[in-house]
């Protein structure tokens, strides 16, 4: 089974900073994906950025990227010129490579961050 | 392309009765996933549909959870009878299998409380 951890409950920020949301994973895999899902109050989970594993460059999209560590089982979003729509919770997410269609989505307790005016 | 539709968003029950939560996936998405989202918790699958067959539901409790996909589009998700720790969000997810593993789109869900 996979586990999802993100050890920081709550993050604050000010407008236009740079701030780093953690989170590891366990598992036995060696083919899957990783997501980060925003969740704002709408409930509505929007997905920001994802990862295949066998890629070893790391993704990037706009503001947000990820810095992916394989070995140490490490997946950290970076996000960049924050700013005050950013604030939401944020989930790091496990998917295994499945052979046909999508497998589960295995979720970590999330992250709160909010952003400073 | 519409996005996957749930409702009520909102349901109030005492404790020990029954509540239906009703999801209507993006069309032609094949997969359809039940989440449950505790206050605090990152969501937890209960239940994964392909078409109109059970892929998952080892993480649902069966003594009184049910769902059902019928003719492979809609699904119901039942609680009965409700306790109070059944309080949480329940998303409902669906995703394509032509386009895994991006094709995934939730739900707005519904945010349920058992007083």
């Known amino acids: 089974a996979q586990t999802v951890t993100q050890s920081q409950p709550e993050m604050s920020v000010q407008e236009a900073e740079t701030v780093t949301l953690s989170c590891t994973y366990d598992?036995?895999?060696?083919?899957?994906?990783l997501f980060w899902y925003k969740q704002p109050p709408s409930r509505q989970m929007i997905l920001v950025i994802r990862q295949e594993a066998y890629k070893q460059q790391n993704a990037t999209e706009n503001r947000f990227s990820v810095n992916f560590q394989k070995a140490a089982k490490s997946f950290s979003l970076k996000i960049s010129d924050s700013q005050l729509g950013d604030t939401a919770m944020y989930f790091c997410a496990f998917m295994k490579l499945a052979n046909f269609g999508n497998e589960k989505l295995t979720f970590g307790t999330g992250t709160r961050l909010t952003i400073i005016p | 392309e519409a996005g996957v539709a749930q409702s009520p968003r909102y349901k109030i029950i005492e404790k020990r009765q029954s509540v239906a939560f009703w999801c209507n996936p993006i069309?032609?998405?094949?997969?359809l996933y039940w989440y449950q989202q505790i206050l605090g918790q990152g969501p937890k699958l209960l239940i994964q549909f392909q078409n109109n067959g059970v892929v998952d539901d080892s993480q649902l409790p069966k003594d009184r959870f049910s769902a059902e996909r019928l003719k492979g589009v809609d699904s119901t998700l039942k609680i009965q009878p409700a306790k109070l720790e059944d309080s949480a969000v329940y998303l409902c997810?669906?995703?394509?299998?032509?386009?895994?593993?991006?094709?995934?789109?939730f739900g707005s869900g519904t945010r349920l409380t058992v007083v």
């Open positions: 069309s032609g998405h094949a997969t």
């Open positions: 997810a669906s995703s394509s299998d032509r386009v895994a593993p991006y094709g995934y789109t």
């Open positions: 598992t036995s895999e060696s083919n899957y994906y």
